[in-house]
């Protein structure tokens, strides 16, 4: 493979938009690497809360309404949104993003980026009118705005009170901000979530699976005051969406707050840590949240390779091919298993003087 590899388009992709944790891309990409794979492609906790016992008729059973509730409720208290909020559990936050264009009648559709792809294609795809752009005056001039708080892959985070005044204005002709907290859980501080009022029309997504290291039990949550706007993505959903296994877990883990503030701090620590191994003279952090560092360098492609080729996977950009994204690792194995691969990628040799 050569250099310049990341920009070609990845198999595997949906559409074009390229996604992190699909082994099944990597194996093809690199098929004499050795295994197992260190998948750092995602920005998925390494450290899952622990499994609890399941009650063997969630299995068979459907899930119950209050059940339901409960998650809901719980999901409420955990984010810390006023009670007067309307909490709709979802089959994980893809499933919201996809939804979410059919609800409003076509019209113009800000989002602020670049930024996580599957929000413009799935507008486009419902025949909305959308843009991207780099401003958040600009997304005041549209009928829905949207917004990665905390961005992905880069990490920027607007002000929660900047995002409230943003959805006041746009108030005025029955505009709506969707705020994408997919990674709020690990900075609580960026979130919009005690400040939804019905004088700021938000709707907020947040992930359940990222932050918890679990998103294979697909989980979400739309929140807003908006009853009406709650009621239509609950229609939409429809009955039993969210399974009985899933129901269980979440539970267990919204209502574990020791947990998740332990986590918070464990992130942190594994952040910095791995902010120092990717320092060097041809690497720059340039971003990044508690679960993933964003890296730049002229050699993106060379190190995806290198890496590549000793089983270790990381996210890289067909649109930005001068950047990678790192996952954290694990365990002491996977963060040995990195510094070596680091450690072994050649430096670019310095040219010399006529």
Known sequence: MTEHADSMAQPGSRDGIVHGGDLGVARRLFPAAPQPWLDLSTGINPHPFPLPSLAADCWTRLPEEGERRQLEAKAVAAYGVAPQARCVAAPGTQALIQLLPRLRPRGRVAVLGPTYGEHVTAWQAAGHDVRVTASVDDLAASDVAVIVNPNNPDGHALPPAAIVALAGRMRHWDGLVIVDEAFADVMPQVSCAGLLDAAAPILLLRSFGKAYGLAGVRLGFAITVDEALAGQIRQELGPWAVPGPTLA??????????????????????????????????????????????????????????????????????????????GLPGDEAAWTRLATALAQFPQRRASKRA
Not at 264 to 291: I, K, M, N, Q
């Open 249 to 326: 877990v979440g539970l267990a883990a919204l209502g574990d707050r020791v947990w998740i503030e332990a986590m918070r701090h464990r992130l942190a620590s594994d952040a910095a840590r791995l902010d120092t191994l990717l320092a060097g003279p041809e690497l720059a952090v340039v971003g990044g949240t508690p679960l993933f560092r964003l890296v730049e360098t002229s050699r993106a492609g060379a190190l995806f390779e290198h890496l590549g080729a000793r089983g270790i996977y990381v996210r890289r950009f067909d649109q930005a091919p001068n950047r990678l994204r790192f």
